[in-house]
C-alpha cells in the first residue's frame, strides 16, 4: 500500500454504493485526481462535509487497484461555506470548477498552474470583495490561456497586426483586422475589447471601471469563445446569474 | 460475472442508487432463491408503482390521487409550508411526528453542473403556492428544508432571496446542529459555520 499527499480542491463528487463517494479533486502537484471517499454520506462521517465541491483540503490517499482511496482530510479554506450564502457566487464557483474539470482530460497530467488560477478564483468569489461575474471571466480568460488558446485582444487573431480592431469572430480566433475579417463576425465595443484584456492581465481598477454593457458583451464573448473550444457545452455556464452589482453602491447591502 | 439472465438482473440491480456491486448480486441471488409468489408480489409493485403512482399537482409529493393524501387533511396547518428536495424527506420529517403544516417537494437541488437551475425544479410553482388561500387561510411561515450540504444551502439560500419579497411572510432555515456526543474540536468547518450563523439566545 503506498500513501500519498497532496493539497487540492473538491470539483466535483458522485454517489457510489451505499454511503460512499468518488470525488474528483485538482491537485497541486498530481494534476487531477479521481479517488474513493468510503462511508462519507453517514450523518456521523467527519470528513464527508470536507469533501463537499469547493473544499480546498490537504488530503492524503493510498493507491488502490482502479481507483486511489482518501484516508485523511484537513480542511486548508472551507470556500464552499462563502460561496452558498450567495446564489450569484455559487453559480459562478461552479463554472469555474466545471471549467477546470473540463480543462484537465488526463488523470495525473500535472495542472500546477491551473490549480493555483482555480484557488484564486474561488478565495476571490468567497470573499465577495469583487463582482463574481468578473472574477469568472477573468478565470475563464486566464484558464483558456494556459491551455493555448485565449482569444486574440490586442492584435488581429489571423495576420498579427495590432489593434485594436473593430471586429470579432470565434472560429478564427479573437478579434480580425478589417481585411482578415471573415463574414458574420461581431463588432464588440472598444471599451469591452479593453475590458476582456484588463480581465487577462489582471488589470483590476479598468475592469472595475468598466460599463455594465460591455461586461455583458465581454461576458458574452467570453462564453462563446470557450463553447467553441470545448467538445460539449458546459452546463453550469448558462446557469451563472450574471447581474453586475452596481458600481456606486459602498455598502453591500445585498449579500443574497 | 454470470451467465445470461442472472448477470442482466445484478446488472439492472447495480443502477439503483444506493446499491453496489457486491449489494447487487446479494439481491440478485435472494431473488434467485425467493418463493415464486415473493417474486410475482415484488414485480407487481413494481409495475403499479409505474402505473399508478402520479405526483401531488400542489406539493409534488407522490400520490395516489391528483393531490395527496397530506394536502387532502384538513386537519394538517395550512398556513405553514416545509420546502425539501425529494419525497424520501417528506417520509423523514413525517417520522418525527413533530411537524403538522404542509409540504412542498421542489424535485431536486439547484445543482448548476448537472444543468438544473431554478427553472427544472419547482420553484414557480412554490411561488404561486404563496398568496393563494387554502380553505381560507394564506401561508406565512415556509420553512426551508433542503439538504446540509452544498447544493441544498445555494437552494435554501436562492428560494430565500425570492421569499423575502412576500411581505409578511416568515421564511425558516431548519437548524443544523453539531451531532450530539460529538467534540467540537472534531466538528467540520461547514457544521460548525452553521452552528455559529444559527445559534439562538439561551
Ligand atoms: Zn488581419
Ligand atoms: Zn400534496
Known sequence: MSLYRDTGVVLRVQKLGEADRIITMLTRRHGKVRAVAKGVRRMTSRFGARLEPFGHVDVQFYTGRTLDVVTQVQTLDAFGVGLVNDYQRYTAGCAVLETADRLTLEQGEPAFRLYLLVTGALRALAEGSRDASLVLDAFLLRAMSFAGWAPALTECARCGVPGPHPAFNVPAGGSVCPRCRPPGSASPAEETLSLLAALLHGEWSVAEAASAGARREGSGLVAAHLQWHLERQLRSLPLVERRAKPLAAAVDKDNG | ?202
Open chain 2, 1 to 202: 460475472m454470470y451467465e445470461g439472465p442472472v448477470q442482466d438482473l445484478i446488472d439492472e440491480l447495480g443502477r439503483l442508487p444506493g446499491v453496489g456491486p457486491k449489494s447487487a448480486q446479494r439481491i440478485a441471488f435472494h431473488l434467485l432463491a425467493a418463493d415464486p409468489a415473493d417474486v410475482s408480489r415484488l414485480q407487481e409493485a413494481l409495475q403499479r408503482v409505474k402505473e399508478g403512482v402520479m405526483f401531488c399537482e400542489v406539493c409534488g409529493n407522490v400520490s395516489e390521487q391528483n393531490t395527496c393524501r397530506i394536502c387532502r387533511d384538513p386537519r394538517r396547518e395550512a398556513s405553514v409550508v416545509c420546502v425539501v428536495e425529494e419525497p424520501k424527506d417528506v417520509l423523514a420529517i413525517e417520522r418525527t411526528r413533530e411537524f403538522k403544516g404542509r409540504y412542498h417537494v421542489l424535485g431536486g437541488s439547484l445543482d448548476p453542473m448537472s444543468g438544473i437551475g431554478p427553472d427544472q425544479l419547482r420553484v414557480r410553482e412554490l411561488l404561486s403556492r404563496i398568496g393563494q388561500q387554502v380553505n381560507g387561510v394564506d401561508i406565512s411561515e415556509v420553512i426551508l428544508a433542503t439538504d446540509p450540504n452544498t447544493e441544498g444551502e445555494a437552494t435554501a439560500t436562492y428560494l430565500g432571496r425570492l421569499l423575502r419579497e412576500f411581505p409578511g411572510l416568515t421564511v425558516t432555515r431548519l437548524a443544523s446542529g453539531l451531532p450530539m456526543g460529538g467534540d467540537l474540536e472534531f466538528a467540520d468547518e461547514l457544521t460548525l459555520g452553521r452552528a455559529l450563523s444559527g445559534r439562538r439566545a439561551v
